[in-house]
């Protein structure tokens, strides 16, 4: 019930930064959480961070421990938009980006895992060299 393209992937060296977007369509005022996964190639699809509502238009979030302090996801109400600001890029980020979204309200007291979303998008590419 809701629709997720993500976009702004590509190719960064090492230490460089990219902006992925993620553009959310459908039941868009019933999300309560939305968030970012990543796979990489024999790897299995790891939680990255991840929004969820806790009031008003207040949105709490969660990184994975591998990006905290590089990686901030943020949002644009206006435009059903969350985005994944990526600093300091290294190679090991290297991996499909998947935007996903929750319906269901799920209070958690652990990282979000993907049976947390029903939603998701295509992925987008994200390369980094050294």
């Known amino acids: 019930q809701v629709q997720l393209v993500e976009s702004g992937g590509g190719l960064v060296q090492a230490g460089g930064s990219l902006r992925l977007s993620c553009a959310a369509s459908?039941?868009?005022?019933?999300?309560?959480?939305m968030g970012w996964f990543r796979q990489a190639p024999g790897k299995e699809r790891e939680f990255v961070a991840a929004q969820a509502w806790s009031g008003g238009t207040t949105w709490s979030a969660d990184y994975a421990d591998s990006v905290r302090g590089r990686f901030t996801i943020s949002r644009d109400n206006a435009k059903n938009t969350v985005y994944l600001q990526m600093n300091s890029l290294k190679p090991e980020d290297t991996a499909v980006y998947y935007c996903?979204?929750?319906?269901?309200?799920?209070?958690?007291?652990?990282?979000?895992?993907?049976?947390?979303?029903?939603?998701w998008g295509q992925g987008t590419q994200v390369t980094v060299s050294s």
């Open positions: 996903a979204a929750s319906l269901k309200f799920s209070p958690l007291t652990r990282a979000p895992d993907s049976r947390d979303f029903g939603s």
């Open positions: 459908g039941r868009t005022f019933s999300i309560y959480r």
